[in-house]
């Protein structure tokens, strides 16, 4: 079983939750996700299956897309809804104003690592620290933010789309956004609409993932994260090549591109330089002789 399923997480979960459940579901263990999301976060969350795993590398950094709850006035422990409210403030912001703070938050912008987070420091996690009591030290991150649109606006909160960069936590976005107009803010909910090639309408719930008959049936092929590379089908002997390990001659432009074999099977993400294709990561299955 290989391949990559598209899941909708739900509230209350973490990404290891939905990958524990998925263990059972698709009888492997064989399994990882691709990107994790907060407990209270919603989304799109790609699971990958079998040889898929081996994928997962090359969706570390794939773009991410949000939308996201801003509320104001309101500051936290976690720099969300969830967390200790540390402090109120009254709330005199008019749209123009929120809109006008937003400009100095595109592109390239640093950010400070929240205490509740996975991040380790020293060997250990952030997220133990703070429930410990203890805040440490952390540096600034460089981040970009591709876009940040200011879907609707009520007063006290905004909901926001953003399309980011690996690495962003956009509650701590929310955060500094609440900060630099003076009334403070946190995130009040977070829903990931885009993950790399992979929407939300592409998303399966996981209740109905997990109550569907064939669930395999409902994994996409591993292919299917490299669509943005041209696909070339090998000769029987480029294709052993192939399997074996071997680099190959080959006529083509240097570049990267999807290799499969005569039959349709993904073999590789490969690479052409100087008309030899090499293999980047190989996709086939092994076969037992």
């Not at 104001?72 to 422990?77: E, P, R, S, W």
């Not at 009520?154 to 980011?164: E, H, P, Q, Y």
């Not at 005569?262 to 100087?274: D, I």
Request: with cysteine; glycine share 8%.
């Amino acid at each position: 079983m290989n391949g990559i399923v598209i899941v909708d997480k739900p509230e209350g979960w973490t990404s290891q939750d939905v990958v524990s459940k998925l263990r059972g579901v698709l009888h492997t263990r064989r399994i990882g996700h691709g990107g994790t999301l907060d407990p209270m976060a919603t989304g799109v969350l790609p699971v990958f299956v079998g040889r898929g795993t081996r994928a997962v590398e090359f969706f570390e950094h794939a773009e991410k897309a949000y939308e996201a709850v801003l509320r104001l006035g309101i500051t936290t422990d976690t720099e969300d809804i969830s967390g200790t409210v540390l402090t109120r403030s009254p709330v005199e912001v008019t749209r123009e104003t929120f809109l006008s703070a937003l400009e100095s938050f595109r592109g390239e912008i640093l950010q400070v690592p929240p205490m509740y987070s996975a991040i380790k420091i020293n060997g250990q996690k952030l997220c133990d620290l703070a429930r410990k009591g203890r805040q440490v030290e952390r540096q600034p991150r460089s981040v970009t933010i591709h876009c940040l649109e200011c879907v609707e606006f009520s007063g006290d909160t905004a909901r926001l789309r953003i399309v980011c960069s690996k690495g962003t936590y956009i509650r701590t976005l929310c955060k500094d956004i609440g900060e630099s107009l003076g009334c403070g803010g946190c995130m009040e909910s977070l829903r990931r609409i885009r993950a790399g090639e992979y929407t939300a309408e592409q998303s399966i719930p996981l209740a109905q993932l997990v109550a569907h008959p064939d669930p395999e049936s409902l994994l996409l092929s591993i292919d299917s994260m490299f669509t943005g590379y041209e696909a070339v089908t090998l000769s029987d002997r480029q294709a052993l090549r192939c399997r074996n390990g071997n680099s190959f001659s080959i006529d083509l432009p240097d570049g990267t591109y999807r290799a499969y074999d005569q039959n349709g099977e993904f073999l590789m993400l490969a690479k052409v330089e100087a008309g030899v294709m090499s293999t980047v990561k190989s996709f086939f299955e092994v076969r037992s002789e």
